[in-house]
């Protein structure tokens, strides 16, 4: 993976009852973020061991300007709010990579 490449990583605690219906969007943001015109480089999500309501994504992108598109896509917008009103917490954050294998990211 090379540094300096953007993605986003967000924190999501499901509400009790709502893990299928939140996997479910989770689902259909993936299927709409692999059809836009500048589409993610790959995506994982993954569920907590300790806490099966509590899962952890990232999206990786090419460039900060594809996260930016994503972001004002007005589909994309509403399938992140329905996400959201199906958890007790929500964080995300746009970040990039600076190192990898140990290697500082270019100054």
Known sequence: MSVDRPCTL???RA??????????VMTELGE????LPARPGG????QSLDDPLVYH????WHRVEDLE??????AVVQR????????????????RVVVTDGDPAPA
């Not at 995506?43 to 993954?46: N, Y």
């Open 69 to 74: 598109a994503m972001r004002a896509d007005p």
């Open 80 to 95: 992140l709010e329905r996400m959201v009103g199906l958890c007790r917490e929500f964080t995300s954050s746009a970040c």
């Open 57 to 60: 994504s990232s999206v990786w």
């Open 43 to 46: 995506s994982t999500l993954v």
């Open 15 to 24: 509400r009790s009852g709502q893990e299928g219906e939140l996997l479910h």
């Open 10 to 12: 967000a924190t999501l």
């Open 32 to 35: 709409l973020l692999a059809g």
